[in-house]
């Protein structure tokens, strides 16, 4: 039996959280339940959210104390899904995001099949434009070559990059993790999401985590949502800041030590955070 939560994660911007929840109300999707997490908003978030949602029962808004991050998030929210509404796939949405298709789950589960692990679809930017497809190195000299441009980056030192086939194999390709479909097939091997990160590089590691569990990852480009990128990003946190060069860098590490464990230490990690 197919029963589907969304999680959606807010961080001090309850405006667009709003907007994405009554998106999806507004459509006949077959959904048990809309979890919010609110990740440790320092504002009236919380109260806003918890109160405009007090009636509606297939609404449940949870409070963390502090901001954990992307991936502890919406670890906090697929755990506290699971256990109210015992469901089996979990969509993961970016508070900036608009639910605009009456037939998308419809279209994420006609994607479906034993093995697949994630599933997403293609989303539309407010200029009209689809977000780019990403792939990420998978062997290690590719792997190495990327560390090394990130920290020449980082440090504002010339890396004369050239990509090419000579980089090896690739895992991938995934859009912004603005919408990840989680499958029953991903739960029956990981609990969550890699969640030694804040920001940053979660799709990296998740195709990492796939390719190691043997599973896929499969886009569905006849289904759309829109995507209003870095809303629901804080401002210190973009494009060109230190702070996201410095998030970048120390995702590279957790590239390297994804890559490099073996897939049942991983699991202790994301499973029962144990090592």
Same mark, same amino acid.
């Given at each position: 039996m197919q029963r589907t939560a969304i999680v959606i994660l807010n961080y001090e911007a309850y *405006?667009?959280?709003?907007?994405?929840?009554?998106?999806i109300l507004g459509k006949r999707l077959d959904v048990t339940g809309i979890?919010? /997490?609110?990740?440790?908003? &320092?504002?009236?978030? +919380? *109260?806003?959210l918890k109160q405009k949602y007090e009636k509606n029962t297939q609404i449940k808004v949870i409070k963390s104390h502090k901001n954990l991050g992307f991936a502890k998030g919406n670890n906090l929210g697929i755990k506290v899904a699971k256990a109210i509404w015992k /469901?089996?796939?979990?969509l993961l949405l970016n508070s900036d995001t608009i639910m605009i298709e009456e037939d998308y789950l419809e279209k994420l589960f006609c994607a479906y099949e034993k093995g697949v692990g994630v599933i997403q679809t293609s989303a539309l930017r407010l200029n009209g434009r689809y977000t780019q497809k990403n792939y990420g190195n998978y062997q290690l000299y590719g792997l190495l070559l990327d560390t090394i441009k990130e920290w020449c980056f980082y440090h504002n030192i010339y890396f004369p990059d050239k990509p090419g086939k000579w980089r090896g194999k690739k895992v991938g390709p995934w859009i912004s993790g603005c919408d990840i479909f989680l499958?029953?097939? +991903?739960? &029956?091997v990981f609990q969550g999401l890699y969640p030694l990160t804040f920001l940053y590089g979660e799709e +990296?590691?998740?195709?990492?985590?796939?390719k190691k569990a043997k599973l896929e990852w499969k886009l569905v480009e006849n289904a759309h949502i /829109?995507?209003?990128?870095?809303?629901s990003t804080p401002d210190n946190f973009k494009e060109g800041t230190r702070k996201k060069q410095n998030m970048m860098l120390k995702t590279k590490r957790h590239i390297w030590l994804v890559k490099l464990l073996p897939l049942k230490r991983l699991q202790g990690i994301i499973n029962y955070g144990k090592w």
């Open positions: *405006q667009e959280t709003e907007t994405c929840i009554d998106s979890l919010v /997490v609110d990740n440790g908003s &320092k504002n009236d978030s +919380y *109260q806003h /469901v089996n796939f979990i499958t029953e097939d +991903y739960f &029956k +990296y590691l998740l195709a990492i985590m796939l /829109v995507h209003a990128e870095s809303r």
